[in-house]
């Protein structure tokens, strides 16, 4: 078992990811896996996914996360409630975190015995476990309480591993990457001071002190001070030529008989590390610096068990080679999400400087398109504390981070287009994947669209069969085509179904399929834990103004299965262009089916059987409210 905190929150078991739950989920999996085995006390965990303001039901919803938890980890994991919270023992599973703390501490012993080139291999490999921010996905809360300390200890590996590069004599090597973390970081006077001394030990003397006086700038006009005297006493040495640096030569001896570390890098004082300063503020190290683990690398996990859509994964990995950005559109349940995450995986190598991924939706409805750009600026490298206020600007540096760089970036959920827009990379090498529900998503310029409906008939089968996994061989085969087609043949309705025959004796599909051919409870049986195929278009419809939400429940009610635009004007008591145009808008909210046009011309139009049962169940709570 494998848990990751350094970048998105995650769990592997045997190299498959463990489904987590929503941000609330990975903040309780994040700190339990950061109090070490200690208690977390119930009190403080709320605090830490809710705050100071928690729901009255805090303490039974944290029962619910850790008992998802248990289920999903698996044996070998100890989660277990003890006094007054909650203690998580991993046993002898991994967690990048503690991996990183000792190959820096491993590193950092090596830097000071002089042991260079060990410490240049150790601190590369701790710094190979970030995959972009630490403790991504997680309530701010804790983002804030523990991201600081986490990310500081990683800034420090960047310097000490800096520092054994320039000891072993790879001066132009390092001056790219220590050229953007002194951009990202100019009053680290650490890094400013090593990137002095590359320079100059490149032969470029005057760059070097041009570093310095940019920095000397620096602090006196946003902070009011001098450079420190380490900083001073380096620029001098550099002045007058007299700083030692280590030569090539130089490095092969200092490798095997312990070549000292250039004065000057000594002298320029270290961040804190953790256990002088555990809060310590740190800024997110730079990406694509030139040192190894610093390329974002956000994307959730690919479906494994991903079947069919073969046409469309062809058209949307020919438009992402041919430099075009990508929508994927389609009613709620059809499995965009899954294609757009199948399809980055696919062509992941031909974005080599990382992958941005942001779910555009949360609770409350559409994610801030500022908030998101804040989580891509600190991907890209950004400090907190640099981000800028306003929304054109941090669009304007997120553009520029990016100009002549191959990133894919997934936008998952979209609500419509001017959410979209501010997070598109503009012109150069950079794709964007977009996925929604909403067909205002097709106005973007220069994208290809892509709409998704059900699956063909021997997919869906493929796709619940192997989804209920091994103990179905066998099953019946006429049972699970009905139960796929119950399902409309949507990803979404497949895989809830195969999840609930998966955990059912073997030979009961019959009677599955039999309970989902009862209209009245077909909606209820795909409901599993956090997946609910009717919460999706609750959600739709919520958003729907009030005409339109009524004309879809009136017509979900007393429309024929195909209708035209005559049948929902005389339904709706409208004339017939008014019924086309409410019509049209069904359509654009992936409420309804465009079908083929009838010999007049008129197209045709049709519910999935899903979204009409939906329909008809809020038309008799209309009317038992009324």
């Avoid at 990379?425 to 310029?445: M, Y």
């Avoid at 739709?540 to 009030?546: F, K, V």
Wanted: hydrophobic share 45%; proline share 6%; aromatic share 4%.
């Amino acid at each position: 078992m494998d848990f990751r905190i350094l970048g998105s929150v995650s769990a592997e078991r045997e190299g498959r990811a463990v489904v987590l739950d929503g941000t609330k989920q990975r903040t309780v999996l994040a700190a339990l896996l950061l109090a070490r085995g200690q208690v977390m006390t119930d009190e403080r965990l709320t605090a830490l996914v809710w705050g100071w303001d928690p729901p009255a039901t805090g303490k039974g919803q944290l029962y619910t996360y850790t008992s998802r938890l248990r289920t999903r980890v698996g044996p070998g994991i100890r989660l277990e409630r003890s006094g007054p919270g909650y203690r998580l023992d991993i046993g002898d599973a991994t967690l990048d975190w503690e991996t990183f703390r000792r190959l820096s501490r491993a590193g950092d012993a090596d830097l000071r015995a002089g042991r260079y080139a060990d410490a240049q291999r150790r601190l590369a490999a701790a710094l190979a476990l970030w995959k972009g921010p630490a403790l991504t996905g997680v309530t701010r809360q804790l983002a804030e309480t523990e991201g600081h300390r986490l990310e500081e200890a990683r800034l420090l590996a960047v310097e000490h591993h800096a520092e054994a590069a320039l000891a072993l004599g790879h001066h132009a090597e390092a001056v790219s990457g220590l050229t953007r973390h002194v951009a990202l970081h100019p009053g680290r006077e650490r890094l400013r001071g090593l990137l002095m001394t590359a320079l100059y030990g490149c032969g470029r003397q005057t760059d070097a002190l041009a570093v310095y006086e940019e920095g000397r700038r620096v602090l006196a006009e946003e902070l009011g001070i001098r450079p420190g005297p380490a900083l001073r006493t380096l620029h001098q040495e550099i002045l007058a030529g007299t700083l030692p640096t280590a030569s090539g030569r130089d490095a092969e001896r200092g490798a095997s008989s312990g070549h000292p570390v250039p004065a000057a890098l000594h002298r320029v004082p270290h961040a804190p590390n953790e256990a002088e300063n555990p809060r310590a503020v740190l800024a997110v190290p730079a990406t694509d610096s030139g040192w190894p683990g610093l390329t974002p690398a956000l994307l959730p996990a690919a479906p494994y068990d991903f079947v069919g859509r073969a046409a469309e994964v062809a058209e949307l990995l020919g438009a992402l080679g041919a430099h075009q950005d990508v929508v994927v559109t389609g009613a709620p349940g059809t499995g965009k999400s899954a294609l757009a995450l199948h399809v980055a995986e696919h062509c992941r190598g031909g974005f080599p400087q990382g992958q941005l991924y942001a779910d555009l939706r949360e609770e409350a409805g559409a994610r801030d398109p500022g908030e998101v750009l804040g989580w891509f600026l600190r991907a890209l490298g950004t400090p907190s504390d640099r981000l800028p206020a306003t929304l054109d600007e941090r669009v304007q540096l997120y553009r520029t981070l990016l100009n002549g760089r191959h990133v894919l970036v997934l936008l998952d959920n979209a609500h419509d287009d001017a959410q979209v827009r501010p997070l598109l990379p503009g012109n150069g090498a950079s794709r964007t994947i977009v996925t929604g529900v909403r067909s205002p998503l097709a106005s973007l310029e220069g994208t290809r669209l892509v709409r998704l409906g059900p699956l063909e008939p021997g997919e869906a089968v493929r796709l619940l069969a192997g989804a209920a996994g091994s103990t179905r061989k066998g099953e019946d085969a006429d049972a699970i085509v009905r139960i796929a087609e119950f399902c409309d043949r949507l990803p979404l309705a497949l895989r809830i179904a195969a999840s609930r025959l998966a955990v059912r004796p073997p030979g009961a599909a019959a009677r599955f399929a039999a309970r989902l051919e009862s209209e009245e409870r077909r909606l209820g049986e795909l409901r599993l834990g956090s997946l609910d195929f009717e919460a999706g278009l609750g959600r739709l419809l919520g958003e729907l103004p009030p005409r339109l939400a009524g004309a879809f429940t009136a017509l979900a009610v007393a429309a024929p299965a195909r209708l035209t635009a005559d049948d929902a004007a005389a339904i709706l008591a409208v004339g017939t262009d008014d019924a086309e145009d409410l019509l049209e808008q069904l359509v654009d909210a992936a409420l309804l089916d465009l079908g083929n046009a009838e010999a007049g011309g008129r197209p045709r139009y049709r519910f999935l059987p899903l979204v009409r049962l939906f329909a008809r169940q809020q038309s008799r709570r209309i009317v038992a409210v009324g």
